[in-house]
């Protein structure tokens, strides 16, 4: 079936690191990848998406790339900040439907 | 636009009770989704609708779940019989289906109804 499967947290960083939250994917069909953001006491927000192999989603410095040959969909920042403080879901969609989250990734950037 | 609203915020009851939840969707969204979601986990899918028809209610946990969406705007989730199990955050989302419009797709999620079954 559809799954995703993102890297385990917590994550801690300093501000200005760089950051990788790895997922990957497993799906029938050709499936939209989302990464969306969860910041404390709000609800789930679309931070970037890709529709097709090799599209780049990018939004706030965040960037994330559809690999098809590797089924990943890696979300990256150069420098982060202490407001991207912060749970970061990977999702799959084929055809419109249900939405398979990944478990979240929580990041926390220390100043 | 005030995005996709859920009442009750929060809900306390006790076992065995039956509980009902609603989400206002924005209102030119045609589809409308429940999930739950679990402390320490992502949201997983339990139904959706399209206008007034639920396309897929195979996913809904137990017979105790039912949802509804009778004008095709605003949708209920009820839980019969609660146990503490349910205990969790209930979430709702939109998203305007236009003709396999993949490139525009995306799910607006709602705050959510965070249960807790005494």
């Known amino acids: 079936g559809n799954s995703v499967t993102q890297m385990e947290g917590p994550v801690t960083l300093s501000e200005e690191a760089f950051l990788t939250i790895n997922c990957t994917y497993t799906a029938t069909g050709y499936p939209s990848l989302f990464w969306y953001v969860q910041y404390p006491g709000e609800g789930l927000q679309l931070l970037l998406k890709?529709?097709?192999?090799?599209d780049k989603g990018s939004n706030k410095g965040f960037e994330a790339t559809y690999r098809k040959e590797t089924t990943s969909f890696h979300l990256e920042k150069g420098s982060v900040q202490v407001s991207d403080s912060a749970v970061y879901f990977c999702a799959l969609s084929v055809n419109n439907n249900d939405m398979r989250f990944g478990a979240g990734t929580r990041l926390t950037v220390k100043p | 636009d005030t995005g996709v609203s859920q009442d009750p915020r929060h809900k306390i009851t006790k076992r065995g009770q039956n509980v009902t939840f609603r989400c206002d969707p924005i209102s030119e969204h045609n589809r409308l989704y429940w999930y739950r979601q679990t402390l320490g986990q992502g949201p997983e899918f339990l139904t959706y609708f399209q206008n007034e028809a639920q396309l897929e209610k195979s996913r809904l946990l137990s017979d105790r779940f039912s949802a509804e969406r009778p004008k095709g705007s605003f949708s209920t989730l009820e839980i019969q019989r609660t146990e503490q199990g349910d205990s969790a955050m209930y979430l709702c989302?939109?998203?305007?289906?236009?003709?396999?419009?993949?490139?525009?797709?995306?799910?607006?999620f709602g705050p959510g109804t965070r249960l807790t079954v005494t």
């Open positions: 890709a529709t097709k192999a090799d």
């Open positions: 989302a939109s998203s305007l289906e236009a003709d396999r419009d993949y490139l525009n797709y995306e799910q607006y």
